[in-house]
């Protein structure tokens, strides 16, 4: 049974341009989830989405960012214009419901130079 | 704001020895504790707690809550080598399912 899928698995790109990442949950899971890991913050949220409806997006860091799930198999985390402070490791999970476990994607490792 | 704080940072032990993790939290309206592994990837799932006195097993692993005194713990016996990783604790709240994670506690087990 696949998991939750990310890709790309790395990403390099210069400051200024934009970055798409993207995830598809666990199949039939309703809630899926955003992270961002870097070695100074740890693993933080930055937004949830139940149902395909965003919930919480109080941890998106600014403006620069976005994130969009048009059906229930797929969620895109968008970066425009992307800076070099964007680096860091990006995770997108998924539960069958609110409130139960989250499953974590490979994750995708941005560069940003 | 919702805080969780997991001690020691980092923890060198030798093959066969046994190893507690501890996680103490401060969270409004706390819904499960959960544990997680981490090695060179994503974290992956070990436990989900939600009532108080009650231990979760799986094989060499085991965890405890105590909602009284807001922590939880995460022990290891007979560790082995693959047991190296970052574990991470999390609290999840009602409040719209928001996970906090701590800051982790970096295992490693030489042979």
């Known amino acids: 049974d696949a998991g939750v899928i990310q890709s790309p698995r790395h990403e390099v790109t210069e400051m200024g341009q934009e970055v798409t990442l993207r995830c598809k949950p666990i199949?039939?899971?309703?809630?899926l989830f955003w992270y961002r890991q870097t070695m100074m913050r740890g693993l933080e949220l930055l937004i949830y989405?139940?149902?395909?409806?965003?919930?919480?997006d109080s941890g998106m860091p600014e403006d620069r960012f976005s994130a969009k799930m048009p059906n229930a198999s797929f969620s895109t985390l968008k970066i425009q214009p992307s800076e070099p402070r964007d680096s860091a490791v990006y995770f997108c999970?998924?539960?069958?419901?609110?409130?139960?476990?989250?499953?974590f994607g490979p994750g995708t490792r941005l560069t940003v130079l | 704001e919702d805080k969780v704080v997991q001690s020691p940072l980092s923890l060198v032990v030798h093959e066969g020895d046994t190893v507690t993790l501890n996680c103490s939290y401060e969270?409004?309206?706390?819904?499960?504790l959960l544990w997680y592994k981490q090695e060179k990837k994503a974290p992956t799932f070990l436990f989900m707690l939600?009532?108080?006195?009650i231990e979760k097993k799986s094989g060499r692993l085991s965890s405890i809550l105590d909602k009284k005194e807001l922590f939880s713990i995460l022990n290891i016996t007979a560790t082995q080598t693959g047991d190296s990783a970052v574990y991470l604790c999390a609290v999840l709240n009602n409040a719209g399912n928001m996970l906090t994670f701590g800051g982790g506690t970096r295992l490693m087990v030489k042979p």
């Open positions: 969270v409004t309206n706390f819904r499960s």
């Open positions: 939600t009532s108080s006195g």
């Open positions: 999970a998924s539960s069958l419901r609110q409130f139960d476990t989250q499953y």
């Open positions: 199949s039939g899971h309703n809630s």
């Open positions: 989405f139940n149902n395909n409806v965003p919930i919480d």
